[in-house]
């Protein structure tokens, strides 16, 4: 068998009406004879026609289509699955709301073999709102997540963010040798999250091996955003999951000896943080401005809750 240059690694859950124009995109991708590639459907316990539509699928003769199921609920552990069963060096993964540009297959592969120092990179993500986005939208939209940078650019220490999982592309091996054990951020579950930005959490371990991180403008998906994903209570609730997420992400970004000297600053610059917000906005009904602050709320109790969860499962382990 014939070594995959690349393999396009898909988590769906009940992705029966998204899947389709997914594999169509993926299907027509262009450039991509002189590559060996494959698109991996990681099921993650559908209970619709998910698996079906995928049996079904006619697929080309240069590239393969695989199917597996992965019972366990949970982002990070699909992607940890696709990470097992994926053949290409280089995977990238998208979610079963993400349309690829038709040459994202040739970019990505031709950004891995021009960057071999990068251990990963991100997309650009375009939004496509299937309802106009509220008033000030644009505050929050990065969290959903959108990237419209048109230059691409490496993320140095000075950057403090980092890719979405949406388009991210990594180098197999460095994943294996660098994310290693129980990562604390699990990312979605279903349709709903406990805590969010599971990739994250791993790219800052690979960022600390020393390999780096790269944003490729040229690489581009577009990224639809349903109604119910605008709606208040699912903004509200989402801004809140990603700000008790931030602690360990800070933490990541400091060695272990100067994490206790940091805590102190973040957490009390996190309450300055809440009460200028308040002041600001005391007596506004805007939505957005309600999500920054749940958001702020939600980082300032994030050590606490990262913590509490860590207990509990420490405890049910014994």
Known sequence: MLPIDF????????????????????????????????VLIVDNNSTDRTAEIVQNYQWLPH??????????QGAAIARKRAIQEARGALIGFLDDDNLPALDWVEKAYQFGQAHPEAGAF???????YEVEPPQNFDRIA??????????????????????????????????????????IIQGPVGRGFALKGEETEALWKIKSANWEIWYNAE????????????????LLNFLK??????????????????????????????????????????NSNDLIAACELQFFIG????????????????????
Request: glycine share 4%; charged share 20%.
């Open 7 to 38: 393999t396009v690694a898909i988590r769906v859950f009940n992705a029966a009406d998204r899947l389709p124009a997914l594999l169509d995109h993926l299907r027509s991708q262009q450039h991509t004879d002189a590559i060996r590639w494959e």
């Open 63 to 72: 590239s393969e289509l695989r199917y597996v199921l992965e019972p366990q």
């Open 122 to 128: 991100g997309s650009r993500i375009i939004p496509d």
């Open 142 to 183: 990065h969290y959903l997540p959108t990237m419209l940078r048109k230059e691409s650019f490496r993320y140095d220490t000075h950057l403090r963010g980092m890719p979405v999982g949406a388009g991210l592309v990594i180098r197999r091996q460095i994943w294996l040798n660098h994310v290693s054990g129980t990562q």
């Open 219 to 234: 690489m581009s998906i577009v990224h639809k955003i349903p109604k119910w994903r605008l709606e208040a209570a699912y």
């Open 241 to 282: 999951v990603i700000g008790l997420s931030q602690h360990r992400f800070r933490m990541l970004r400091y060695r272990p000896w100067q994490r206790p000297f940091v805590f102190p600053l973040l957490f009390f610059n996190d309450v300055k943080k809440i009460a200028s917000h308040q002041l600001k906005h005391w």
């Open 299 to 318: 980082r300032l109790c994030s050590p606490f809750y990262i913590w509490s969860q860590l207990l509990a499962t420490k405890k049910a382990i014994k």
